[in-house]
């Protein structure tokens, strides 16, 4: 009897992986980016902390009641030349003075007469009633007179 043999070819396939783990010349690289972006977004933020400074002292000059206020109202139309000034701070302080008139109102005058008649008046004693005379007497309200040699 003869007897046959039958082969099978087998075949071994290695799986590729999905995704190779990234080289580390790769990593670094996006760790520079991640700090770049980092470093940019700083800047930005030192920059409009310096234009808020000078545009604040700005409006502060120019009267105006609520300088951060009036900052916050323009924060978004701010342009920062690469020198880090502000362009066209005087033109920002017009319009916000056009558009909030209100905010930078004339502060009415100081009292001429140290506001007098604002604060009640000086508190009757005995003693201050001993150094007046009878018309002057005469002349004050009764019951602080009543009340004042009540009093002790």
């Known amino acids: 009897m ?4 039958m082969k099978t070819k087998t075949t071994t396939e290695t799986p590729t992986p999905a995704e190779p783990p990234p080289a580390p010349h790769d990593a670094l690289e996006e760790r520079l980016a991640a700090l770049a972006a980092e470093n940019a977004e700083l800047r930005s933020a030192i920059d409009l902390g310096h234009a808020r400074d000078a545009i604040v002292a ?3 000059a120019a009267g105006a009641r609520s300088p951060r206020l009036l900052f916050d109202a323009v924060k978004g139309e701010i342009n920062i030349a690469p020198d880090g000034s502000v362009a066209g701070r005087g033109e920002i302080v017009e319009r916000l003075k056009a558009a909030f008139p209100e905010q930078f ?4 005058p100081t009292s001429i007469d140290a506001g007098a008649g604002r604060t009640a ?9 001993a150094k007046m005379t009878p018309a002057e007497i005469a002349a004050l309200d009764w ?3 009543k009340h004042a040699l009540a009093s002790r």
């Open 121 to 129: 008046s000086a508190v009757l004693t005995r003693e201050t009633l």
């Open 2 to 5: 003869t007897q046959k043999t």
């Open 58 to 60: 700005d409006l502060t």
């Open 143 to 145: 019951q602080a007179v």
């Open 105 to 108: 109102a004339v502060p009415l």
